[in-house]
C-alpha cells in the first residue's frame, strides 16, 4: 500500500489475484465505478483509501474487501467494518469526515449516517452518486 503512503494516489486495490489498480480521483467516485463495474476486483482485495467515510465502508464491504487501511476514517466507518468483521490499520479516527469546503459533514455520510446495515446505503449512496458529477462526490 506504499501507492497510497507515498501520496501518488488516493485509492490503491490489490485484488485477490496480487493485481494492483490505483486511482486518482476524489471522494467515493473511483471505489464507486470499481464496485458497479468490476465488483470481483474486490473480493478479498487488500484497499487503501486516503479517506474512509461510511459509504466508502459499505461499498468496501458490500464488494468483500477483506483488508483496508485508511489514512482519516470517520467512527462510523470503522464501526461498520468492526461490525462485518473487516480488519484494517488507520492513521487518523475522526468522528465525522468533513466536506472538502470545511463547512461541515460529508454529504454521503450524513445521508447513510442513521443506517446500521451496509446493504441499505447502496441505494441512498447510488442515488447521491447519479444526482452528482464525479467532481462533487465525496466521503
Keep these: 500500500m506504499e501507492l497510497l503512503v507515498d501520496g501518488k494516489h488516493s485509492l490503491v486495490v490489490e485484488t485477490s489475484s496480487g493485481e494492483v489498480l490505483a486511482f486518482d480521483g476524489r471522494g467515493v467516485g ?3 465505478r470499481l464496485y458497479m463495474s ?50 484494517g490499520t488507520y492513521d487518523v479516527l475522526a468522528e465525522q469526515i468533513i466536506n472538502r469546503a470545511g463547512t461541515g459533514r460529508c454529504p454521503l455520510e450524513k445521508i447513510v449516517a442513521h443506517l446500521g446495515e451496509t446493504v441499505s446505503m447502496l441505494p441512498l449512496i447510488h442515488k447521491f452518486v447519479s444526482e452528482n458529477s464525479t467532481s462533487k462526490i465525496q466521503d
Excluded: C
Aim: proline share 0%; glycine share 14%.
Design 30 to 32: 473511483d471505489l464507486y
Design 38 to 87: 468490476v465488483r470481483r476486483e474486490l473480493m478479498g482485495a487488500r484497499v487503501a483509501d486516503k479517506v474512509i467515510g461510511a459509504g466508502a465502508a459499505a461499498l468496501m464491504i458490500e464488494g468483500g474487501v477483506s483488508v483496508y487501511h485508511a489514512g482519516v476514517i470517520s467512527r462510523k466507518a470503522l464501526e461498520l467494518f468492526d461490525r462485518y468483521g473487516i480488519v
